[in-house]
C-alpha cells in the first residue's frame, strides 16, 4: 500500500462518521451502493431542480424538469463510478448526500460514454432541449482546466438534511483525499451561494462566463499539503 493511501485510509476511517448537530445520529460516508444509483439521481434531480442553469436548459415546468434532470443525472452517475468515486452521505440506510468526484485524466468523456449519454438524452428530451444541452455540456467542456485535476461534482443534498453539514462533509472528505495527493480539484456552478460555499473550504474563481443568460462560476483548489 502506497503511503498516501494509508494516510487517506486513516483519515477517512476517522473522518466520516461525525453528528449532525442538532441530532445526534452519525453520517457515514462511503462509496455510493451500486442499488443506490436510482436514488442518488432522484436526490441529485430534486435538489438541483430549481438550479438557474437547469431551468434555462430543461424548463419551466418543475415536474417535466425535474423528470428530465433524473434520467440526466442517472447517466452522469454512472458515468462518474465508472471513471471515478461516487461518495454517499448515509444517515442509518438512508442516502441523504451524493459527491462525484473523477481523477485526473480521466473526466473527459469517451467515444462510447458520449454515445450512451446521446441514447438517454435523444430517447427523453425534445429537440429545442438537447440544443441546449448541448451548448451546456460543449461550453463546460471549453473551460475545462487543461492541467491535471480532480473534477468534482455533481454535489446535492437531501432537503431535510440541509444546514447540517453534511455537504461540507463530503467536501471535507473530498478534499483531503486530494490533498493526500497533492492534487488540484475543479468545479463548476450556476449558484452565487455555492460560490461561497467553496471558497470557505479553499477554492477560488477562475473564470465567471454567462451561458442561455446564466452565470457561471468556474473554480479551482490548489492541495495544501
Request: aromatic fraction near 6%.
Amino acid at each position: 500500500m502506497h503511503p498516501s493511501d494509508a494516510l487517506l485510509k486513516i483519515m477517512t476511517t476517522h473522518d466520516r462518521m461525525k453528528s449532525t448537530g442538532d441530532n445526534n445520529l452519525s453520517i457515514v460516508l462511503k462509496p455510493l451502493l451500486l442499488e443506490d444509483r436510482c436514488a442518488a439521481a432522484a436526490l441529485l434531480a430534486q435538489a438541483m431542480r430549481d438550479n438557474p442553469l437547469h431551468v434555462a436548459v430543461f424548463g419551466s415546468d418543475p415536474d417535466l424538469r425535474e423528470r428530465r434532470l433524473s434520467r440526466f443525472l442517472g447517466s452522469m452517475v454512472a458515468f462518474v463510478m465508472g471513471r471515478g468515486t461516487v461518495l454517499g452521505a448515509y444517515a442509518g440506510d438512508e442516502l441523504i448526500g451524493v459527491l462525484g468526484m473523477i481523477g485526473p485524466g480521466r473526466c473527459r468523456s469517451g467515444l462510447m460514454d458520449i454515445l450512451r449519454f446521446a441514447g438517454v438524452l435523444v430517447a427523453g428530451n425534445r429537440p429545442d432541449v438537447l440544443v441546449r444541452i448541448s451548448r451546456w455540456l460543449v461550453t463546460w467542456a471549453r473551460n475545462d482546466s487543461p492541467d491535471a485535476h480532480w473534477h468534482i461534482g455533481p454535489l446535492a443534498v437531501d432537503a431535510a438534511w440541509r444546514r447540517r453539514g453534511v455537504g461540507r462533509q463530503l467536501m471535507a472528505e473530498c478534499c483531503a483525499r486530494m490533498d493526500v495527493r497533492s492534487d488540484t480539484g475543479c468545479l463548476e456552478t450556476d449558484l452565487a451561494i455555492n460560490v461561497a460555499f467553496y471558497q470557505s473550504l479553499g477554492f477560488v474563481v477562475t473564470r465567471r462566463i454567462h451561458l442561455l443568460g446564466v452565470s457561471n462560476w468556474f473554480m479551482t483548489r490548489l492541495p495544501t499539503l
